[in-house]
């Protein structure tokens, strides 16, 4: 082994220790803590707590299920066929991942919900004396769930498409294959790496989703709502319990989804071009597939606009009527008169900076190591721990942290963080690892190392080759990774809940406690900002 | 990589907003009590006491329960201001509070005062039952506990999330309580409510959606507490409210200092004023809180006050047989009751 060797492994094995102390480490905490046998034994006996964790389960397989029917369909739709407006709805049906998750949940219970403008006007128009329905339990919360995340598959789906080969497709015709055939045995083969991302990363959101379970769950219990449950009731071991139990089911199915994921070897070699999309001819049928797509993009946006229209809506005017009888700019206003509530706002956009521009280096430095310098053995451990935080639900892991940083034992690795300002952005780091982690090695995979060699036998120095060829031809996937990460940050609240101090309550806390206290109008106007910075970034991130 | 760069400007910047502190001690308080309450204490008492900055967090006081004990290692807050005492007194036995006694403190009755002056009661917090003013008349209201089982208010009532909320529990405690005292048996208790289940429409996860709920009409009746239900109809809500005939129970809303708190002396200022009764008025002047100290003269207090002095009848409530047992019937309750109601009719 030469010197430069060993310094690689060296470098390596520090990076995998770190991932270790911040992924591994506190999750194995709790399990240790969790190891007491009276809170195990209540757990098995309570049929409740089974019940929630099947729940779960099934849940976050319907959500996969029905997002994937919903965001495969629309993304062949928008990547095959061209017709008018194509573009700008292809960004509008993306637009549900800016939807902050509380008041996300909060817009559809305005909407959908029974005094919600959709039951109103159902209401007054076929002359009902009761609402036509009631928003609770399991399909209510299938419907958000299927509404937020159909846009993974969406998103990835049309990523996949867009390097699919066309050549590859003309061959499978060619040796005479029909187009079921072709879709069946070449394209979604191709997609398979897309489609197991997507899945994995609804099935995990849908595991951990907190909001709309405790908004419209009712009697309906999963095990996130469980946790919190036991928690009020000051059952802490049988918390810990619950929390152990959510994050073993987590990190099975993550075992399970990475087996079927396959290589992206496949991406690599693609190097011919995507298939032109079909221009649809008939007039008729290009006016139908517009008129189609715009409603559908207006449904879509519906809970965005209903945001809008409840931060406009001065307090306890709107009661029984089905529109509000008055608005005005009265929430905004109180919104940037109040310094102590201009805070919240900055200092989410600081963690959240912080925060990505961490995981991004940390991402960097794996794909450098992972992906060009290193032997194979090396590169399991490293991606694993990357996507591990993925399989862990954010309240399990922010307890995990807390009580991992809430003791002074240097030697081993642990000291008191909680309450500091800077465990909250620690967390993000390592939430937002899964992100800036996957679109940073795919990104290393589909270089050419051939460049780089190019770059080095020009004289280029390694710094410099990285500086001026690797980091340029990274920027797409450094900008999207970073962006869905920032965003993330942002607008989160289930590991805010357990971490933020005085100094840095994100704004999901402010918006948590303006609802707390009634200012329903402000908490919205605070869901408007966080809307349109969110999509501001995507913005910038998807520009290529 | 030039597209980040203002990005990371922008962030500096923001972080070094975000650490200028001006040179006064800060005082740390975690409350239940609203951004009204706390925003007007914020400035009176920054009025007293130029060198303190007040800093509050706003959340639920089981929330405050659960950081103090996961903030054991570094406690960030140095008061707790608001919830019921009986949180507050499993918080004593978890010795996360300080002992200091007031001044105020021997005008408070002996169930307001904690064990070992580790808390004391500065609000008395009353439930009631409220009802949807646009749609019921005051007399067509529910007048007590039993009428809330009466067939026409099937499924019309809406009952805020018990297990989350403190007053909540004092309820429920009190029907069981009350169950036990004529049947010597939680049994009793239980199957009110039971019934009082099938006539629930849906348990609503907080304050404000019950509040936002009973106006727009999905139920016509719930049960919250007193001083939520003034400043919602201050604000024009239109909800109603009764005391029910047979008495209420009454919450000792308490405040404490934080064990290990970093600002001690600003802690013990703020509990000191609390309850002066200058700041009693205050509360009850400007956001509805009932004092808890007996030595106010009553031509002091406010109208509204006077008013529920006189028609107000406290509930005979064992709160420290609360404590103990709360947290069991509130879990069986969980596992039995919700929503088996509708069934065991």
């Not at chain 1, 919900?113 to 399991?138: C, D, H, K, N, T």
């Not at chain 2, 805020?160 to 007053?167: E, F, I, K, N």
Request: hydrophobic share 50%.
């Amino acid at each position: 082994m030469t010197a430069r060797e060993r310094g690689r492994v060296l470098a390596a094995a520090a990076l995998t220790l770190l991932l270790a102390w911040l992924v591994l480490y506190p999750i194995l905490l709790v399990g240790v803590d969790a190891a007491h046998g009276d809170a195990i034994a209540a757990f098995a006996r309570r049929p409740g707590e089974w019940q929630a964790l099947w729940a779960s389960v099934w849940i976050s397989l319907a959500s996969v299920a029905l997002a994937a029917a919903i965001g495969i369909p629309l993304a062949f739709l928008f990547e095959w066929l061209e017709f008018p407006g194509r573009k700008t709805l292809g960004s509008l049906i993306a637009l549900p991942a800016v939807l902050p998750p509380f008041v996300g949940v909060i817009a559809f219970l305005f909407l959908y919900g029974e005094s919600g403008f959709v039951a109103r006007a159902v209401q007054q128009l076929l002359g009902l004396a009761e609402p036509p329905w009631r928003l609770q339990g399991a399909g209510a919360i299938l419907l958000v769930h299927a509404y937020s995340m159909y846009v993974y598959f969406y998103l990835f789906t049309r990523a996949g498409l867009a390097k699919l080969d066309a050549s590859m497709l003309e061959a499978a015709q060619a040796l005479g294959a029909g187009p079921w055939v072709t879709l069946r045995r070449v394209t979604l083969p191709l997609l398979r790496p897309s489609l197991a991302g997507a899945a994995l990363l609804v099935f995990m959101t849908a595991l951990g989703s907190f909001s709309a379970p405790y908004v419209f769950g009712g009697g309906f219990r999963v095990m996130t709502t469980q946790i919190v449950a036991s928690k009020l009731n000051g059952e802490l071991a049988l918390a810990t319990v619950e929390t152990v139990a959510l994050a073993l089911v987590a990190i099975v199915a993550l075992a399970l989804i990475r087996r079927t994921e396959g290589s992206d070897v496949l991406f690599a070699l693609g190097k011919g071009i995507a298939p032109r999309r079909r221009q649809l001819r008939r007039p008729a049928v290009r006016g139908l597939a517009a008129a189609a797509g715009w409603l559908f993009a207006f449904v879509l946006l519906l809970p965005h606009l209903t945001l809008l229209l409840v931060s406009l809506v001065p307090y306890g005017t709107w009661t029984t009527e089905t529109l509000p009888p008055q608005v005005s700019l009265v929430n905004y206003q109180r919104l940037l008169a109040e310094p102590d509530r201009l805070a919240p706002l900055l200092n989410s956009l600081w963690m959240a900076a912080a925060s990505t521009a961490a995981a991004i280096a940390i991402a960097l430095a794996a794909g450098a190591l992972v992906r060009r310098r290193l032997p194979w053995r090396w590169r399991s451990p490293i991606e694993t721990l990357i996507a591990l935080p993925w399989a862990l639900p954010g309240t399990v892991f922010a307890i995990a942290l807390a009580a991992t940083f809430a003791v002074h034992e240097p030697l081993a690795l642990r000291w008191v963080l909680v309450g500091t300002v800077v465990l909250l952005p620690l967390a993000y780091v390592v939430r937002n690892l899964p992100l800036t982690g996957r679109a940073v090695l795919a990104g290393f995979g589909q270089i050419d190392p051939a460049l780089e060699e190019a770059a080095a036998s020009l004289g280029a120095g390694r710094w410099t080759a990285f500086r001026r060829v690797t980091l340029p031809l990274l920027k797409p996937a450094l900008m999207a990774g970073g962006s869905l990460a920032f965003v993330a940050a942002l607008g989160d609240f289930v590991t805010s809940i357990v971490l933020y101090t005085y100094d840095n309550r994100p704004i999901s806390i402010e918006i948590m406690s303006s609802l707390r206290v009634n200012e329903i109008g402000v908490a919205a106007a605070f869901g408007v900002i966080l809307m349109l910075v969110s999509a501001a970034v995507l913005g910038v991130g998807a520009r290529r | 990589m030039r597209g980040r760069s203002p990005t990371f400007g922008a962030a500096l910047l923001v972080l070094a907003a975000a650490c200028g502190s001006p040179g006064r001690t800060p005082l740390v308080i975690y409350s239940p009590h609203g951004r009204d309450l706390l925003s007007l204490f914020e400035r009176r008492f920054e009025q007293l006491h130029p060198d303190v900055d007040v800093r509050w967090l706003d959340m639920g006081s089981q929330e405050v329960y659960d950081r103090l004990r996961s903030e054991r290692a570094n406690p960030q807050a140095d008061v707790w201001f608001g919830g019921p005492a009986t949180i507050f007194a499993r918080a004593a036995q978890d010795s996360l509070l300080e002992a200091f006694r007031p001044s105020w403190a021997g005008a408070i009755d002996a169930h307001g005062r904690g064990p070992g002056d580790r808390y004391f009661a500065v609000y008395e917090t009353p439930a009631v039952i409220v009802y949807a003013e646009q749609a019921l008349r005051p007399e067509d209201a529910p007048q007590d506990w039993d009428d809330l089982l009466a067939p026409r208010w099937r499924g019309k009532v809406l009952i805020r999330d018990p297990l989350a909320s403190g007053t909540m529990r004092a309820v429920w405690g009190m029907i069981i309580e009350r169950g036990m005292k004529q049947t010597g048996d939680t049994a009793a208790g239980f199957q009110w409510l039971r019934r009082l289940d099938a006539q629930t429409k849906e348990y609503v996860l907080n304050g404000p959606l019950l509040d936002q709920k009973i106006v727009r009409q999905e139920g016509l009746v719930t049960v919250w507490d007193l001083p939520d239900i003034l400043l919602n109809r201050r604000d024009g809500l239109q909800l109603g409210y009764v005391f029910p005939k047979s008495g209420t129970p009454v919450i000792e809303d308490a405040i404490a200092v934080v064990r290990g708190a970093r600002h001690g002396a600003a802690a013990r200022a703020f509990v000191e004023w609390v309850g002066s009764v200058d700041a009693q008025l205050v509360a009850a002047r400007e956001v509805y809180r009932l004092p808890a100290r007996r030595d106010i003269p009553a031509d002091s207090l406010p109208a509204w006050a006077r008013e529920v002095r006189r028609r107000m009848r406290p509930a005979d409530v064992d709160w420290d047989l609360l404590a103990g047992q709360g947290g069991e019937w509130m879990r069986y309750w969980d596992e039995h009751v919700r929503g088996r109601g509708a069934v065991a009719r």
